[in-house]
């Protein structure tokens, strides 16, 4: 059975590691965006615009994702002192 202090270690870790890919990603995206979007446009058959929007949505669903899912139990479980 794993106990708060563990827990709250994990969403730590976590944490840190979800933030450093969602900054990764972003910069991959942002300076390589020609790149990327040549390759995912063969792939799946989709414009540049379209791949923008979706490189958008995937940005910001992840890091909702992880704010709710990773960042905000983390933060309860140090307020409450674990």
């Known amino acids: 059975m794993i106990t708060l202090p563990q827990l709250t270690e994990l969403l730590g870790w976590a944490s840190i ?3 450093a890919y969602l900054l990764l ?3 991959v995206i942002s300076f ?4 990327l979007s040549s390759i995912h446009s063969k792939l ?3 414009k540049a615009g379209e791949l923008n929007s979706k490189y958008f949505d995937f940005l910001s669903i992840y890091k ?3 704010l709710v899912f990773i960042v905000a139990p983390y933060i309860a479980l ?3 002192g674990q």
Do not use: Q, S, Y
């Not at 390589?32 to 790149?35: A, G, L, Q």
């Open 44 to 46: 799946f058959r989709l």
């Open 25 to 27: 990603a972003t910069i």
């Open 32 to 35: 390589m965006n020609k790149w």
């Open 64 to 66: 909702i994702v992880t």
């Open 17 to 19: 590691i979800n933030i």
């Open 78 to 80: 140090k307020i409450m």
